[in-house]
Antibody, heavy 118, light 107 residues
Framework: QVQLQESGPGLVKPSETLSLTCTVS????????WSWIRQPAGKGLEWIGR???????NYNPSLKRRVTMSVDTSKNQFSLKLSSVTAADTAVYFC????????????WGQGTMVTVSS | DIQMTQSPSSLSASVGDRVTITCRAS??????LAWYQQKPGKAPELLLY???RLQSGVPSRFSGSGSGTDYTLTISSLQPEDFATYYC?????????FGQGTKLEIK
């Protein structure tokens, strides 16, 4: 079955750019939207944005000016870049699949913890 | 942004109990609502979508209902594995938004 796996540095310095990749296995990345969601420790879930295989994106306005998402269909991967990070960006970052017909999230990666600290 | 408010924030119950969690949207969302279960250290898992449609593989003791701005998640008979945190999420508009969560604990 389809599985998602996040990868990237677990520690990022303030003001630098957080970069994460989500690898899709067991299926093709095509025909779906893909999202990033984050969760600070002990807190709730925040949607960061989504991307389609065409490269079309939608970002949360609260993060829009710092977020860039991209997709590499040849590698079955999609990526997140978040610039000018601060301690407030410390969180577990999840990638997730958006099923056809509605923007819920039916398959999630296990999540990766990213700490912003010098 | 559409604000999602869950109640209660926490709930104590016993195995076998019937429990209901409520989610209220700040505007009508036309059943564009999903429910998730999250256990500590794990990713959320989709339970229901379109307010009342059970995700494949989810036990039938989970059900959802509602319309307009008000929605509920019901667990008909709590099992030990159901003690977790539950989140609602609207997908009527972007940005997609979640409720703050309801922590279901063992009494």
């Amino acid at each position: 079955q389809v599985q998602l796996q996040e990868s990237g540095p677990g520690l990022v310095k303030p003001s630098e750019t957080l970069s994460l990749t989500c690898t899709v296995s067991g299926g093709f990345i095509s025909t779906y939207y893909w999202s990033w969601i984050r969760q600070p420790a002990g807190k709730g879930l925040e949607w960061i944005g989504r991307i389609y295989i065409s490269g079309s994106t939608n970002y949360n306005p609260s993060l829009k000016r710092r977020v860039t998402m991209s997709v590499d269909t040849s590698k079955n991967q999609f990526s997140l870049k978040l610039s000018s990070v601060t301690a407030a960006d410390t969180a577990v970052y999840f990638c997730a699949r958006v099923p056809t017909g509605g923007d819920s999230f039916d398959i999630w990666g296990q999540g990766t913890m990213v700490t912003v600290s010098s | 942004d559409i604000q999602m408010t869950q109640s209660p924030s926490s709930l104590s119950a016993s195995v076998g109990d019937r429990v209901t969690i409520t989610c209220r949207a700040s505007q009508g969302i036309s059943n564009s609502l999903a429910w998730y279960q999250q256990k500590p250290g794990k990713a959320p898992e989709l339970l229901l979508y379109a307010a009342s449609r059970l995700q494949s593989g989810v036990p039938s003791r989970f059900s959802g209902s509602g319309s307009g701005t008000d929605y509920t998640l019901t667990i008909s008979s709590l099992q030990p594995e159901d003690f977790a945190t539950y989140y609602c999420q609207q997908y009527y508009n972007t940005p997609l938004t979640f409720g703050q969560g309801t922590k279901l604990e063992i009494k």
